[in-house]
């Protein structure tokens, strides 16, 4: 290892849980922010990971305070989308200059006309668009400043199955990619990163492509996962479900066409890969056992915005989203 890093972890869930294990047991120096019985156990017995190749217990420097870290090298948003934007104003005290910000986030995210060169890049004002289901006014991309972020997009699939315990299916892939769509030094030095701590990185110079590429599937099988309360592996055994989940597929594949993207895969090679998955609980289905939020911006209302915009019809997608959304608010009253 040329370097030990320093690193954190802002939300230890499924997704910034994994990396902060993996990170930890490769020597470098993680900080992980978090609150009650996960903070806690944390604190008195490590962090730990279970996947079917091996147990990975680490220590970590855990609090609930952003304040107590100092500036890093890398700081990992493993919040949910709809969560990031009160955080970023508290970053600061991490941040350096050349510190890299990762949202390692499902869905649409908050910055993605940043560096954006589609038609649909500029607002009416000739400023940076941005979208009002995920930031309003703006803000996001005001309170953080965009030269610190990197993209992620994350192909892993974990749950939090007890305090400080995290149970993998053995798939740690990111794809990591400037968005300015430029294959930068610091990308690859973070694809090495990834790498040498066990995952599978790809550093990519187009993570649009990417972004949409995971939309693809997270905007079909997440909320049917949601509405159903059905297992991944149950879902695609469904050929009902199926017929659903292809016909949201070829429209989010031709939205990301009309803002010059590539979603790089068919919608046969998307359901493959979607099986290869194996019997997991899909992050809508465990935040909806938790009675918690469930990511439907991100996932939804933001490609439906942009659907607007490039007047696109969704029909499937605009159903998933009623639906869905009827479904999170009976969660959110109780």
């Not at 091996?54 to 890398?74: H, I, K, M, N, T």
């Not at 934007?85 to 508290?90: D, E, G, R, Y």
């Not at 990163?193 to 990185?201: E, K, N, R």
């Not at 879902?235 to 010059?260: K, Q, V």
């Amino acid at each position: 290892m040329s370097k030990s890093w320093k690193i954190v972890v802002v939300g230890a869930g499924a997704v910034g849980g994994t990396l902060a294990v993996k990170l930890a047991a490769a020597g470098h120096a993680v900080g992980v922010l978090a609150r009650g019985a996960h903070l806690h156990a944390m604190r008195t017995s490590g962090l730990c990971l279970d996947d079917p190749r091996e147990r990975l217990c680490v220590a970590v420097q855990a609090s609930d305070d952003l304040a107590a870290f100092g500036p890093q090298d890398l700081v990992i948003l493993g919040l949910k989308a709809h969560q990031i934007a009160p955080v970023l104003p508290q970053l600061r005290p991490l941040l350096r200059p050349d510190t890299m910000v990762l949202p390692a986030i499902n869905g649409v995210p908050w910055w993605y006309f940043h560096g954006d060169s589609s038609a649909y890049a500029k607002g009416v004002d000739g400023r940076v668009a941005h979208l009002e289901s995920i930031d309003p006014g703006g803000r996001m991309l005001a309170d953080l400043a965009p030269a610190h972020l990197v993209g992620c997009v994350v192909h892993a699939s974990a749950e939090v199955v007890s305090p400080g315990v995290i149970r993998g299916n053995g798939q740690y892939r990111y794809v990591l990619g400037e968005p300015t769509h430029q294959l930068t030094d610091r990308v690859q030095a973070l694809a090495a990163l990834f790498s040498a701590a066990g995952c599978d990185p790809q550093a990519t110079p187009r993570i649009r492509d990417a972004i949409w590429m995971k939309l693809v599937g997270n905007a079909t099988f997440n909320p049917v996962a949601g509405l159903t309360r059905a297992r991944m592996d149950a879902i695609c055994d469904n050929p009902e479900l199926i017929a659903i989940i292809r016909a949201g597929m070829a429209e989010i594949m031709d939205l990301a066409r009309a803002y010059d993207c590539d979603p790089l895969v068919s919608i046969d090679q998307r359901l493959e890969i979607a099986r290869g998955i194996g019997p997991v609980k899909i992050s809508t289905l465990q935040d909806l056992e938790r009675g918690r939020a469930l990511e439907i911006a991100a996932l939804l209302h933001a490609p439906l915005e942009m659907a607007r915009r490039a007047q696109h019809s969704m029909p499937t997608l605009q159903v998933l989203s009623a639906l869905l959304g009827a479904l999170d608010r009976q969660v959110c009253a109780h």
